[in-house]
């Protein structure tokens, strides 16, 4: 892998190569919208009307994938894929958000600005993992890596289920000051929409009907969110550059799988071209692929799942992982990591450290 390139160098070459059309938002994808309104509504509707808890269940997972479809689709409308219009960007945005609880106008400084600004950077990359010597100084992060790594992984992948709107409220604690005065009121209201809506939904369903109707599908949408999500950077290394073909990773999954999830794991293409459309990604890819074999990073989900659970979640450094608990490195995308290094790989001479922790020897 070669030294770290800047997005712009990506997108100058692309832009040359690629027809006009692909940078233009594709309206036709906002259909979607009333399609997993409406899924949604009749799974609701079924859930209510069925005595037969099986049936409840079932019915959950119909209004479970509504939910992460809109997800999708949100990201998508705030990025201005699918409209330019501000309203209509923000008032689908905010609909297609509702299920995850997250406010548009906060998730487009969050997501948009800082995280697509500041991709894997060490601390300006509000998504980000933390190295070694900046992590153990938090008390919970140091309690953690304590455990065992087959127990963290569990325990990781268990937060899947709630993380993605979990973090969401956290980054309203962290940028709501960022938010000009005249801003403020619009995110607030943004964020706690979402839970007049679902609390209404409660009143009007009951508890029984509400764990089917909201909390099975909400739990079932958040998890398959961070599945993508704790993929598609989690295993790269740290960059101070913003490089999408070093910091970023596109999963693969069967075709009418990436139909159903509106194409989300083309992750590095929408990197390079935040505003581009699914619809042309696996275009872009292959321009791409063309242009920079050597630099793309590409896994099955399945793959970066397993790379995920049996790797740690902090860095040694920008290339690679380490297990505290052990001293064991690991490479990241592009820097060695693969079966063979993780099947392989040895103990590396340890000693302890003040903080608890072992720290390796270099």
């Known amino acids: 892998m070669t030294e770290e390139q800047h997005l712009r160098e990506y997108t100058k070459a692309l ?12 309206p036709a994808r906002l259909v979607y919208l009333p399609v997993f309104l409406g899924l949604f509504g009749l799974c609701a509707w079924g859930i209510v009307a069925t005595p037969y808890v099986l049936l409840k269940l079932l019915l959950s997972l119909g209004a479970g994938y509504s939910f992460i479809g809109m997800g999708f689709l ?8 699918v409209t330019k219009n501000p309203i209509v960007r923000s008032v689908a945005g905010t609909i297609a958000f509702l299920p995850l609880m997250v406010g548009a106008r906060l998730w ?35 309690w953690m890596f304590r455990q065992v790594p087959a127990l963290r992984s ?11 709107t979990f973090h969401a409220h956290m980054m309203l604690r962290r940028f709501l000051p960022d938010f000009k005065p005249a801003e403020r009121p619009i995110v607030l209201f943004q964020a706690v929409l979402p839970m007049l809506v679902w609390l209404l939904v409660l009143l009007w369903v009951g508890p029984l009907n509400f764990l089917f109707v909201f909390v099975l599908p909400w739990l079932m949408a958040n998890f398959i969110a961070m599945s993508f999500i ?33 194409g989300f794991g083309y992750h590095i ?36 799942l397993y790379y995920l659970w049996k790797t740690p979640r902090l860095y040694r450094d920008h290339r690679n992982l380490i297990e505290p608990t052990t001293g064991l490195v690991f490479g990241t995308l592009g820097f060695g990591l693969d079966d063979g290094k993780i099947r392989q790989a040895g103990l590396i001479k340890k000693k302890p450290n003040r903080k608890g922790l072992s720290q390796s020897e270099y």
Do not use: C
């Not at 997501?111 to 153990?136: R, W």
């Not at 390079?272 to 099955?300: D, G, T």
């Open 269 to 304: 293409e929408h990197h390079v071209f935040p505003a581009l459309s699914p619809k042309y990604a696996h275009l872009v890819a292959q321009k791409i692929k063309e242009l920079w074999p050597e630099r793309y990073n590409e896994l099955p989900h399945w793959k970066a």
């Open 108 to 142: 487009r400084k969050w997501h948009n600005v800082e995280h697509h600004g500041h991709t894997q950077h060490p601390e300006d990359d509000p998504d980000a993992m933390g190295a070694l010597e900046s992590a153990i100084q938090r008390p919970f992060v140091k």
């Open 230 to 262: 704790a993929t598609n950077h989690l295993l790269n290394p740290i960059t101070e550059t913003n490089d999408p073909l070093l910091n970023s990773l596109t999963v693969r999954n069967p075709r009418w799988l990436e139909w159903l999830t509106l």
């Open 15 to 26: 832009k040359a190569r690629l027809p006009r059309h692909f940078f233009e938002p594709v």
């Open 74 to 81: 949100a990201h998508e409308i705030l990025h201005g894929a």
């Open 154 to 164: 569990f325990f990781l992948f268990f937060s899947f289920s709630f993380w993605f």
